[in-house]
Structures are given as structure tokens and as C-alpha cells.
């Protein structure tokens, strides 16, 4: 990324364990991969040409940039490492295949469809806390949300 002249930025804490997961965006499927890494490639900035491959479903961070035309693309997570039963090792079909064809013409979703706005306040409506004796399954739904 810093070598096309993409910016990044160091994360607060950074995308480290086995389980994290990655979106797609050509076909909108979602990986879990093994990351390890506490800086991110800031893809409100990217030059032209390159686009957002795969972004983290957590935290929304870019997870991976591609090139429109030419046969480069890249990822933050470490595909040899098979966070599943080799979910992500067709990276490495499709690296060849595109360095065999000299291109690249991958259709991808937009990043923006996967922001999700900011909560700042939530209402919770029921008819209180609950205490031993009373009825308890008329409040279900409340004492449930208070859990979560």
C-alpha cells in the first residue's frame, strides 16, 4: 500500500488473534483470518486505480487493497495460515492467474454499504428490575435486552 502511495494510520489496538473476521468485496462473503498486525492502510485516501479487496467486519478497517487494471493486489491477514479449512488459500490461484493474464478486472461492492451508523443513546422500555416472586415472563423481553 505505502509503495502505490496509499496512507496508514496506527490503530488503536490493532487486529491481532485467529478469529478475525473479513469481508469480501467482490462476492460479499465474509473469512475468518488470522491477523496480526496494529497499523491499517486508509482507504479514504487511496490512489487512483486502487480499490478496498477486503475489509475487517469488526472494526471496518481496510483488511486489503486491489488494483483496477494491473495484476496487484494485497491483504493485511495471512491466508497460508488457513483460519479455516483453507478459506482464503484462493488467493493464491488467483495471484497466478492474474500475473498469467497481465490483469486485473475484479467487480467490487462498495466499502460504504457496510458502515454502520453510531449509536449514542438507547431507550429501554419494560417495567422495571425484577425480584424473586414476581412475574418474570411479562418482562422477558426487557430483562433480556438489559443482559445484552
Not at 5 to 20: D, E, F, I, P, S
Not at 42 to 66: K, Q, R, V, Y
Not at 114 to 127: A, M, N
Request: glycine share 10%; proline share 6%; with cysteine.
Amino acid at each position: 500500500a505505502l509503495a502505490a502511495g496509499a496512507k496508514t494510520y496506527k490503530m488503536k489496538y490493532g487486529n491481532r488473534g485467529m478469529n478475525q473476521p473479513c469481508i469480501d468485496l467482490r462476492t460479499t462473503k465474509c473469512y475468518i483470518t488470522p491477523q496480526n498486525h496494529g497499523y491499517a492502510v486508509d482507504d479514504s485516501n487511496l490512489p487512483e486505480g486502487w480499490n478496498t479487496f477486503f475489509m475487517n467486519a469488526n472494526d471496518m478497517s481496510n483488511e486489503g487493497i486491489i488494483h483496477t487494471s494491473k495484476p496487484f493486489f494485497s491483504v493485511q491477514f495471512h491466508p497460508e495460515a488457513q483460519g479455516g479449512p483453507l478459506d482464503t488459500s484462493f488467493l493464491f490461484t488467483m495471484f497466478l492467474e492474474m500475473v498469467q493474464k497481465n490483469s486485473s478486472h475484479a467487480t467490487l461492492v462498495p466499502p460504504i454499504m457496510y458502515k454502520v451508523p453510531t449509536v449514542r443513546k438507547c431507550l429501554l422500555v419494560g417495567s422495571g428490575g425484577l425480584s424473586i416472586g414476581q412475574a418474570g415472563e411479562f418482562d422477558y423481553s426487557g430483562s433480556q435486552a438489559i443482559k445484552a
